[in-house]
DNA sequence: TTAGTTGCAAAAAGTTTGCAGCACG
DNA sequence: CGTGCTGCAAACTTTTTGCAACTAA
């Protein structure tokens, strides 16, 4: 593991919300870390194929981090508002996802589900 | 309508696969059309935002679109190879979204699930 | 010494915007 | 006339790549 990706996993703290490789890098810039951008994006590319951090795309098409709990395959709630995010698992999604598809004739690859809304603190605005 | 969105909406065939918005500018000008990729990606805006074609991100970023079939919500399988895109309906997975998240006390504000595999004629390679 | 890592600068790719000209009511 | 559409060129954003300097076994 390079000096790039331990400082990435350090400011991706678990738990926390997804963020984009832009902020990542003005953060560690922020805390005195003389890293590249360069670095950032390596590491986090390195990272995402291990699968020790999840991506997720936002709608503008900015890709985002963040270091989850699960190893297991899982989805996400998160908060528009303030980037929270949950983990949730479904396996009766999974089940339901291999039977609409083998009905149409199709092998499954994969399969993205990501629910958008506002968590209760953020929701009281 | 503007003559963009007349052009785009024609050369995106219903029931055809997800096209990118340069796909699409080269299709056209390949049919002899002299129309500028700008327009094309204002018709694209604008079609979106009327809710008349719908609009999905490839896992590389880039932007496809599609006229589809039902005005109603829906999900699409799409298949990696060829790009052909069957339309699903999952009303079981709506509620299922909705009592996750009262489950965390979010919001629901939007949701997305896409299934991406290889239909039959493109799994036999 | 040598294979791998770093960060800058430049390039790439996709998309948006400024603007002058055009079309059409 | 004037409002809105058009397309070119340039700007912008995010991400990737070339490369020379650096680092550590």
Redesign the interface.
Known sequence: MTRAQRAVLGALAAEGPFVSAQDLHAQLRGAGDRIGLTSVYRALQALADSGDVDVL?T?S???TYRRCGSDRHHHH?V??SCGKA?E?E?P??ER??RQ??AT?????????????????TC?RD
């Open positions: 795309r709608p098409g900015e890709a709630l908060c528009a949950v949730v479904a009766a999604l339901w996802v609409v598809a149409h004739e199709f092998a499954v690859d994969s399969h993205t589900l990501e629910i958008s809304g506002r968590c209760r929701a």
